[in-house]
């Protein structure tokens, strides 16, 4: 058992799911922000991954890390702040990566930068455990709910594989507790389900109706995912279906917008 769990990134969508998942199970958090917070049941410490600012205290007696910041500019600068600090400490953590599924198959520059992360971490010699994901629920409603905004909705000819950030903060929690494994299997989906259901299910739930058309465009980007470089074939490992967390929310009309 972890005597101490530090999450970085804990006020964002999948760290504060993961903050929540380890104070319920009694775990004692700490947990990393640029601004002052309080609550939540964490210990919180400010401090920042790109300077580097506040990192020494962060990390003070915690034997794992639950990495789950990400700075969409300087992804890698913030993995060498941490490793190098983490290095510094008496006694290394066991740094657990969150990364994303596809990042050596899908040509955008944020996936470029986090395989860079993840090579960074495996060549560090720190004890470490590197998870990718699929796109969690929020993220896919919010690109559909850009293209549904539109009187016939345009929708690539993807699938995808949504996961809830909660299933994956089930799964953080367990890696918190087991020993440094390397690059682990990817954590998908329930269910893989094309652009044009998950748009239905979306327009379904923010009651609207809207004509979905499937397009193909040009370009490797469009071509990658289209062949699949998203998606975790034979995994199916959240529970949480895309249906389900659109019941989920609160307000259904603010399901329209990014
Ligand atoms: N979204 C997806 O579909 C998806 C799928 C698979 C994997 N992932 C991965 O999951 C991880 C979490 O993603 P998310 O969507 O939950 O992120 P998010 O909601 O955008 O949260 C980003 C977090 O990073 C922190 N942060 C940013 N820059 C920082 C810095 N310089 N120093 C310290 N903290 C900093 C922010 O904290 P403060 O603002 O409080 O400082 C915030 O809590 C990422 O690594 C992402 O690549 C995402």
């Not at 089930?170 to 269910?191: I, M, Q, T, Y």
């Amino acid at each position: 058992m972890p005597e101490r769990i530090l999450v970085t990134g804990g006020t964002g969508q999948l760290g504060s799911a993961v903050v929540d998942r380890l104070v319920t199970a009694g775990e004692r958090v700490r947990a990393l922000s640029r601004r002052r917070r309080r609550g939540a049941g964490a210990d919180w410490v400010v401090g920042d991954l790109r300077t580097g600012r506040g990192l020494d205290t962060a990390l003070a007696g915690c034997d794992v890390v639950l990495h789950c910041a990400t700075d969409h500019r300087h992804e890698v600068d913030v993995m060498r702040t941490l490793v190098e600090a983490a290095r510094w400490t008496g006694n290394p953590p066991h740094v657990v990566y969150v990364s994303i599924t596809g990042v050596d198959r899908v040509p955008l520059g944020y996936y470029r930068a986090k395989l860079a992360a993840e090579e960074l971490l495996a060549d560090s010699g720190l004890p470490h455990t590197i998870q990718r994901a699929t796109q969690f629920h929020s993220l896919v409603r919010a690109v559909l709910a850009g293209v549904s905004r539109l009187p016939v909705a345009p929708v690539p000819r993807w699938r995808f594989q949504p996961v809830d950030v909660r299933d994956v903060a089930v799964r953080l929690a367990e890696l918190a507790n087991a020993e440094p494994a390397g690059r682990v299997p990817d954590f998908a989906g329930p269910e893989v389900l094309t652009a044009t259901e998950l748009t239905l299910a979306l327009l379904t739930a923010s009651g609207r109706t809207r004509r979905v058309l499937p397009v193909r465009l040009p370009g490797g980007l469009y071509r990658a995912y289209a062949e699949g470089g998203n998606l975790a074939p034979g995994h199916a490992d959240g529970v949480i279906t895309f249906q389900e967390y659109l019941a989920q929310q609160k307000d259904p009309a603010a399901l329209r917008y990014h």
